[in-house]
């Protein structure tokens, strides 16, 4: 009787499981992380076999880009906040489940506002993934030496899936069809998914609040409607109505969301965070970083396309050893922090980083491979590796346990909207300096894509557009100089952690 009175409280077969090691945990969390920033980019190549095979118009195809990235950068902090509350494994499940089922609805749409729907939904679903990513990565490995390793593995992942965008897109596009750029999501996000529900372990820090909602849409239609504003500069220009209303009511709606969040008792974003000088400056400093860095790759591929006659896939190709730069310099950055901290990492990165885009403003016409795409593209993205990974880890160290989720999609939102309106403002600087042509000079959408099979897009020579992207290498030189020095002034010299 006494055994059988102790046999349903303690089973046997409902022992808890032995915990997976750290690295498997962090392996799941990058490999999420991984599938949302490659769709940033991936399907830039693919553009003009979706405008053919689904009669895109022009602002129909622009808006195979922006409507993930909008629903991306707009709904970040909620995503993030999401983790804190309800819990990070479950908002990493339903990120991936909604980004898988959208890349499957992608890929087999037949209509063009099928694709439009489908790419926005994407970009929700990794809003609520990637932060979790981070969460999951810093909450898995202890403090100190490990979790700097684990950070910058995840970085290197993350830069890894941008710079590897136009390379896999290519090859995809060129071997199948576009469709398979977003349909081959969805096998590996079914394998990730199997992979974290067997896992990843539950953990979240809510005491019981709910989502303030109020801040929840007003952050979110803010940060939309300013990226509708930037994604209007292409077509209309920066003074245009159709530019000017939505920037304005974007800066009005983010002011009404601060004075929420000020007077709430549950806030989305607790503004005493801006106070926390880790946070702060570590956030303004990728802010700056990515304005300047994010614009690398596409104006790199349009000078090798447009100039040098690259085709998409030789373009891709010539961007590898960039590619496996940030990932180096990504690795390399814990065992610099250590020995010198994570400030002057950060510094030295942006540094590396504006010797980088300085020569490459020195491109040509009839520049060689070497010395006017490999090398200088390394030292770019090498500086972008080493400068990235100190700068996440301080903004996480400055947060309590309850607020990592928000940090996370704070350090996300930042870096995001920090690149699309630094690509905004470049591609105006490249169209004004190649003869006042904004779609030639590159854009946000497809407008500056080579072969996008738009007639006139082309009509600078070659001289014209290579004097275009200089400039913009030349003023992301200055916006990275200036960048270090504020790191300097700003960033703590110490992370909480340390």
């Not at 880009?65 to 993030?80: H, Q, R, T």
């Not at 372990?201 to 929840?216: K, M, N, T, V």
């Not at 593209?377 to 903004?395: E, H, N, S």
């Amino acid at each position: 009787m006494l055994e059988a009175a102790d046999t349903p409280d303690t089973p046997t077969r409902t022992s808890p499981p032995t915990a997976p090691p750290a690295w498997l945990v962090v392996a799941l969390a990058c490999a999420g992380q991984f599938l949302v920033v490659l769709d940033v980019s991936v399907v830039n190549v693919a553009l003009p076999s979706m405008r053919a095979d689904l009669g895109l118009s022009a602002q129909g195809l622009q808006w195979v880009v922006n409507a993930y990235a909008i629903a991306f950068a707009g709904f970040m902090l909620l995503g993030g906040r999401a983790g804190d509350l309800y819990g990070r494994k479950r908002m990493f499940l339903v990120g991936l489940g909604l980004f898988t089922l959208a890349s499957l609805a992608g890929g087999l749409a037949q209509q063009d506002w099928q694709l439009l729907v489908a790419r926005a939904v994407q970009g929700l679903g990794a809003a609520v993934l990637a932060p979790s990513t981070l969460t999951i990565v810093t909450a898995a490995v202890p403090e100190g030496a490990a979790r700097a390793r684990a950070i910058a593995t995840w970085t290197a992942v993350g830069a890894g899936g941008g710079a590897a965008g136009g390379l896999v897109g290519g090859v995809l596009v060129d071997v199948l069809s576009w469709r398979w750029v977003l349909l081959i999501n969805v096998p590996v996000g079914v394998l990730v998914l199997a992979g974290a529900v067997r896992w990843l372990a539950e953990s979240r820090d809510g005491d019981g609040r709910r989502l303030d909602l109020p801040g929840a849409v007003l952050v979110t239609a803010g940060l939309g409607t300013l990226a509708y504003g930037i994604s209007q500069t292409e077509a209309s220009g920066w003074t245009a109505p159709a530019t000017v209303v939505p920037l304005l009511a974007g800066l009005a709606l983010i002011g009404v969301f601060l004075v929420v969040e000020s007077h709430t008792a549950a806030p989305l974003m607790p503004l005493g965070l801006l106070r926390l000088r880790a946070v702060s400056s570590a956030n303004v400093a990728m802010f700056l970083s990515g304005s300047a860095m994010f614009c690398m790759w596409f104006f790199m591929t349009l000078y090798a396309q447009n100039v040098l006659h690259y085709t998409p896939l030789e373009a891709g190709l010539a961007l590898v050893p960039s590619s496996l730069s940030v990932i180096a310099g990504s690795k390399l950055a814990p065992r610099l922090m250590r020995a010198f901290g994570a400030r002057n990492v950060a510094v030295l990165g942006t540094l590396v980083a504006a010797v980088g885009f300085g020569w490459q403003s020195t491109l040509s016409v009839a520049g060689g491979y070497v010395t006017s795409i490999m090398v200088p593209g390394v030292l770019m993205m090498l500086g972008a590796g080493l400068g990235v990974t100190p700068l996440a880890a301080l903004a996480t160290s400055g947060a309590r346990p309850g607020e990592a989720g928000l940090v996370s999609g704070l350090v996300n939102t930042s870096r995001t909207m920090g690149g699309s309106l630094g690509l905004a403002v470049m591609s105006t600087i490249a169209a004004a300096r190649s003869a006042g042509s904004a779609g030639s000079a590159g854009s946000t959408g497809p407008a500056g894509s080579a072969g996008s099979g738009q007639p006139g897009l082309l009509a600078e020579t070659p001289q014209a557009l290579t004097e275009g992207y200089a400039l913009v290498f030349r003023t992301s030189a200055v916006v990275l100089l200036v960048g270090a020095v504020l790191m300097l002034v700003w960033l703590p010299r110490k992370s909480s952690a340390a």
